[in-house]
């Protein structure tokens, strides 16, 4: 399976959001500014592209990743009438990710409706969770409506513990590893012998650590309150939570945090955000070692997690008690292990490449020769695959 093109849409949602692809091996890169208020438009994009470029005519297979399946679907499928119909009722699981998933395997389906489309879960990895992980605490009734906490970023955890067996061998793999996938959307994740025993999303992705534009958890006593000091809806607080909070309304400037370590220096909200990010981090990281009775591995991914030393520095600052130490010139070079040699734990960077297990995936069900391009549409860099091809439509980089 090769790779031959890589694409991104680049801050969706934001200013100055920009369309950058680029043949591998190449120097023939298209970078240009354009306008992608939301995901909507960011689906609008890809489809034209392939359009002008005729890449329809060579496309044997697509590839999607599906925030959400609810408890019926989590393994790849091939997407039929009754799995759009499911994924149509069980939207409001997910209102801001389900909706433009389905809208962007439509499009292809009106295309050609004979073209083979996969739909990769991002729940998958977390499915087997122990039962203790699964609980939502509140009356049992709504669990027989799929309540219950699934769990994300699955396809990027997949990879990584694929990846980390590979560069530090099968017993590393096997130990007590957290792997935190921090971008626009961010989340970490126990795992044990390889599977995963926890994660900090739970029902919904905006649960668990603070993120770009979401609050993580808060105090569900919030809504009550809102409801009558504000007149809020339910609408209205999801929309709060959602696409207004997080460290987009902590530093009342921006989501990404590449703009607020720029601005921490002069502006004390942009600082509380980033120490907001980094707190919280932490202390998910400690959870996380109680939870698996000890700590191995360190796995940072994502957008953030895999370029941005300060935040990886900041985070790990003060465990050393858990035998987290980092190497300072491994860290400011991003380099595979960033941790000392003679610490217990390893802390590693490893990119990760939710695109090559979808079109893993997507190959795998439709027997599709890996000749043709595929594209993602993400904050930060991802990858364009020759057939089949995989299309992710995420408001930025990381989010589910």
Not at 163 to 183: C, D, F, M, N, Q
Not at 389 to 398: A, H, I, L, P, S
């Amino acid at each position: 399976m090769a790779r031959v093109l890589s694409g991104r849409v680049e801050r969706i949602g934001l200013k100055n959001a920009r369309w950058v692809m680029s043949q591998v091996g190449t120097d023939q890169t298209e970078n240009r500014q354009v306008e992608v208020p939301d995901q909507q438009a960011a689906v609008r994009l890809v489809i034209d592209w392939l359009e002008r470029t005729t890449m329809f005519a060579k496309i044997a297979a697509v590839g999607h990743r599906v925030v959400h399946g609810g408890s019926r679907y989590y393994q790849p499928e091939l997407v039929t009438a009754e799995l759009l119909e499911e994924l149509r009722k069980i939207s409001p699981y997910d209102p801001d990710h389900l909706p433009g998933e389905i809208e962007l395997i439509e499009a292809f389906r009106k295309h050609d409706l004979n073209l083979p489309q996969v739909a990769c879960f991002d729940t998958a990895f977390h499915h087997d969770m122990p039962r203790v992980a699964q609980i939502v605490p509140i009356p049992r009734r709504f669990e027989a409506a799929g309540v219950r906490r699934y769990g994300f970023h699955g396809l990027s955890y997949a990879f990584l513990m694929e990846e980390l067996g590979r560069v530090a061998g099968p017993k590393e793999a096997r130990g007590r590893v957290i792997l935190a996938h921090l971008g626009a959307g961010a989340s970490l994740a126990a795992v044990q012998d390889g599977h995963s025993i926890d994660t900090t999303m739970g029902f919904t992705p905006a649960s668990g650590l603070v993120m770009g534009t979401r609050t993580g958890d808060i105090d569900p006593g919030l809504v009550r309150f809102l409801s009558r000091a504000e007149a809020m809806s339910a609408e209205q607080f999801d929309s709060l939570a959602n696409h207004e909070s997080g460290l987009v309304g902590v530093s009342e400037t921006s989501s990404d945090v590449r703009d607020l370590l720029e601005r921490q220096s002069v502006d004390v909200r942009a600082a509380e955000a980033i120490d907001l990010f980094c707190y919280q981090a932490k202390r998910w990281i400690g959870a996380f070692a109680a939870a698996l009775g000890g700590l191995d591995t360190l796995v940072f991914a994502g957008g953030i997690g895999e370029n941005a030393p300060e935040i990886r520095r900041r985070i790990c600052a003060g465990l050393g008690f858990f035998g987290i130490t980092l190497d300072e010139s491994r860290n400011a070079a991003n380099a595979l292990l960033i941790s000392t040699d003679h610490g217990p734990v390893k802390v590693r960077v490893i990119h990760t490449d939710e695109e090559m297990m979808i079109a893993k995936a997507t190959a795998r069900l439709t027997a599709a020769p890996q000749r043709d391009s595929s594209l993602s549409t993400n904050q930060d860099p991802s990858n364009m695959m020759k057939e089949p091809t995989d299309v992710k439509t995420r408001n930025q980089e990381g989010t589910p």
